[in-house]
Every structure is written in C-alpha cells, then in structure tokens.
C-alpha cells in the first residue's frame, strides 16, 4: 500500500486528526468533517494513476461481466485514513471508483475499528455508515483470502440487512455472512463466515422472508 500525505496541506487547512476515540459518534464527526479533503486527495490520484485504470480498462473482461474491481490503495499515516481505487468496467465504458475508509482505536481499548460504508436493500444507491472490528477482517480474511481493497471497492454494493428487535443483525453479501448489531443509526460488524453469500436474488417480500428465516434459524 502506497502511503500519501503533504502535512503542509493539512496545517494550511487546520485539519487536525486523534488517534483514539471515545464513542463511535466522535469518529463519524470527525470522517464527516474530513472527508472533503480526502476526497480533493482522491481526485488528484485518480487523475496520477489514470493509466493503471486504463489498462486494466482495456483488457478483455468479457468472460466475467460487469464488475467492480480494485487497483491501488493509499494509506494516509497522519490522518488514518485509507484510500481505495479501482474501476467499473463492463462491455461499453468503465469509470474510476473509490472509497475511503478510517481506521481508529476506540479508548480506552487497543482493538483497531475501520470505519466505512455498506450498501443495504433499503439504501439501494446510497452508503450506510458501518463499523468493523478488527476480528471481522481477520475473519474475512481467513475465509475468503481476500483483502480490504476488495471489500470495499466491491463487496460492499449488495446484500441484505436482516434485523431483530434486541438490535442484533446480520447482512448477508456476496462473500458471506456478517455477524453485527445496531449502534443508534449506524452498524458495528465484528464477526463473519462464509457458510452462506448473497445470491444477488431480487429482495422480494417472498425472498426477504425467506431469507430472515434462514438467517436466524440456523447455527452459524
């Protein structure tokens, strides 16, 4: 991962970043408040690594479809912040996308917690703010062999939220199963396995049932 940060550009703006956290609203304050200047960093790199884009653009995908697929990451070691590029790419015309992500430490604990989005059937088209432990990548990881660049440049664009009144929730995608709970208007993801992905079947009410029935009437 390459590692980008002019802190001449930070001082200039009084942009100031902290290490550690005391609730998770305190770290979606401060992603909020700084997302406009990592999104002037991530337009200045997709102009840069242009070329990488193309080319992979320009390759012969057709065997796979449309699709999202990651490229380059950036890691900001100032402000935590982690860059993800990469591109759309279907028969007619790709774009460049790109997400970014923070990592943090809630005080007065060590674990690290990587704050960043998911996309849900009730927010088709637009990004739910999502918290993820440390062991939930482990577990990703471990099951899928793939990385963060992936799943946030490409898992995150479908599944299912499936919810119970004690808060508890599941979202199932398209490498598997996460395991979560609700904190006010946000989720916090700490486990995952991959008994079970997201078809991509329209969510019916038919469907969703189904899939509310079998998400939490089973040992995973």
Not at 158 to 170: F, L, N, P, T
Not at 201 to 218: A, G, P, R
């Amino acid at each position: 991962m390459k590692k980008i940060y002019d802190p001449d550009i930070a001082q200039k703006l009084n942009i100031r970043f902290h290490k550690a956290y005391e609730t998770f609203c305190d770290e979606i304050e401060e992603y909020i408040n700084h997302s406009h200047f990592i999104r002037g960093i991530i337009k200045i790199k997709i102009k840069e690594d242009y070329k990488i884009l193309e080319d992979y653009a320009n390759q012969d995908h057709s065997n796979i479809g449309g699709h999202f697929h990651p490229l380059v990451s950036y890691n900001s070691p100032i402000s935590d912040f982690i860059i993800y590029l990469g591109v759309y790419w279907d028969n007619y015309y790709f774009c460049p996308v790109s997400f970014h992500a923070k990592e943090f430490v809630l005080a007065p604990g060590n674990d690290k917690i990587i704050l960043g989005a998911i996309i849900t059937q009730k927010k088709r088209g637009n990004f739910q703010y999502a918290f993820f432990t440390e062991s939930f990548f482990n577990s990703f990881s471990n099951f899928t062999k793939l990385g963060k660049d992936y799943f946030f440049i490409t898992a995150i664009r479908k599944g299912y939220i499936s919810s119970q009144d004690s808060d508890e929730i599941r979202w199932l995608f398209s490498e598997g199963l996460a395991f979560g709970y609700k904190y006010g208007d946000f989720y916090v993801f700490y486990e995952f396995t991959d008994d079970i992905k997201y078809q991509g079947e329209e969510l019916t009410d038919e469907t969703m049932k189904k899939l509310d029935d079998l998400l939490w009437n089973n040992e995973w």
